[in-house]
């Protein structure tokens, strides 16, 4: 298996773990009475956390890190997050849509926007070393 091929399953193994994570989260707030926009916010930063552990030791492994990557990483969550309470504010206001089926409608745009960010401006491309 290609070392692409490799980082992209593992990429997308993380992604069903935070995905589960977030849902579960936004399930569970949302239940308790928080409002839908917010609890969606906290569920997305909570499969954040798990991302950031997870792609850096995991996924990204050979990609540099330190500080500034994990300020990267936390001002691309914080957009994902905000995307993912306006798109439900917009799918419940204009499909009248449940909460968890509003979460689940919008979490794939929100996936697709932090990879591409994550990939490319926060972790990089991992250095391959070279064959002689």
């Avoid at 995905?19 to 409002?35: E, H, K, Q, S, V």
């Avoid at 969606?40 to 930063?45: E, G, I, R, T, W």
């Avoid at 995991?58 to 300020?71: D, H, I, N």
């Avoid at 909460?99 to 929100?110: D, G, K, R």
Wanted: net charge positive; charged share 10%.
């Amino acid at each position: 298996m290609s070392a692409e091929v490799a980082r992209l399953a593992r990429f997308c193994a993380v992604g069903v773990v935070n995905t589960l994570l977030t849902l579960a989260a936004f399930a569970a707030l949302t239940r308790a009475g928080t409002p839908a926009p917010a609890a969606s916010a906290l569920a997305f930063a909570a499969g954040a956390v798990n991302g950031y552990v997870l792609n850096a030791r995991w996924t990204f492994r050979g990609a540099a890190g330190g500080p500034s990557t994990l300020v990267r990483y936390v001002v691309v969550q914080a957009l994902g997050a905000a995307l993912s309470a306006a798109g439900i504010v917009l799918i419940r206001s204009d499909l009248d849509v449940r909460h968890l089926a509003a979460e689940v409608i919008v979490i794939p745009f929100v996936t697709v926007t932090t990879y591409s960010l994550s990939r490319f401006l926060v972790f990089g491309t991992p250095k391959v070393a070279a064959h002689r």
